[in-house]
């Protein structure tokens, strides 16, 4: 995979829309960690990349020292850049792995999670795989948790399918955030389910090869997934 993913990341210093994203993101982030003041925070973020929007909450906010972090990635130059933040900014309690994301074993022991970050995905799986990974969520999710998600809204919109995906399993829609002159978007919905226990086992999700993925129908500048 390499090469593909480091010159998708680069885009983040050129492209609006991408930006934009992020920064969304990174509120959803820091409003979890304002609103649960009581106890430290367990996070997840699966297909991190270099973790740039938990990475750089955990690093500015008051309580971002104590949140316990597993951040997942395959790519070793974006797992690089990410450690090298966690050293920068002392971030004792957070663990970047450079492993396959999409076996659950992957969060074993990092689970359940209060939060937990799914950005950069959606837009590269088959649709009934994003069905069953959202299925999957109950075995990462605390009670209460929040899933932040992202899908681009390139033709036909599956966002809206999603979303009803997330309420079936019981999961209630905090926000979503459509970016301004992209497809972008942005999802957050909170857990109030019963959580299952983690199968590690389990298949996510499958990345498809890029000619087949649903975000190659968006536009090429268009940051989809
Ligand atoms: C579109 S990028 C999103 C990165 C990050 N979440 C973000 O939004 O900035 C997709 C990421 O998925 C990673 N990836 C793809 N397949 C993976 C897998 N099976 N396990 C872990 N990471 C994977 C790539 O290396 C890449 O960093």
Request: some cysteine.
């Amino acid at each position: 995979m390499s090469g593909e993913w480091v010159a998708w990341h680069a885009r983040y210093g050129t492209d609006p829309a991408l930006h934009h994203r992020l920064e969304i993101v990174r509120d959803l982030v820091r409003d979890e960690l304002g609103s649960r003041a009581a106890r430290p925070l367990r996070a997840i973020s699966l297909c991190a990349g270099d973790g740039r929007d938990l990475l750089e909450v955990l690093a500015t906010h008051p309580r971002g020292r104590t949140v316990r972090a597993r951040l997942v990635d395959l790519e070793p130059s974006l797992v690089a850049a990410g450690r090298a933040e966690i050293e920068r900014a002392g971030l004792s309690e957070v663990d970047f792995r450079c492993e396959d994301a999409s076996v659950a074993r992957a969060f074993a022991g990092a689970v359940p999670a209060d939060l937990v970050l799914a950005c950069g995905i959606f837009g590269n799986v088959a649709d009934d795989d994003l069905h069953a990974f959202v299925r999957h969520l109950p075995e990462l999710c605390a009670r209460g948790a929040t899933v932040v998600w992202t899908r681009g809204r390139f033709a036909p919109d599956l966002t809206p399918t999603i979303r009803r995906w997330f309420e079936e399993e019981r999961f209630r829609e905090i926000t979503f955030v459509p970016i301004p002159d992209s497809t972008a978007s942005v999802g957050a919905h909170r857990f109030e389910g019963t959580p299952r226990p983690l199968d590690p086992a389990a298949r996510l999700f499958t990345f498809l090869p890029e000619a087949d993925r649903p975000s190659s129908r968006a536009a090429p500048s268009d940051p989809a997934p």
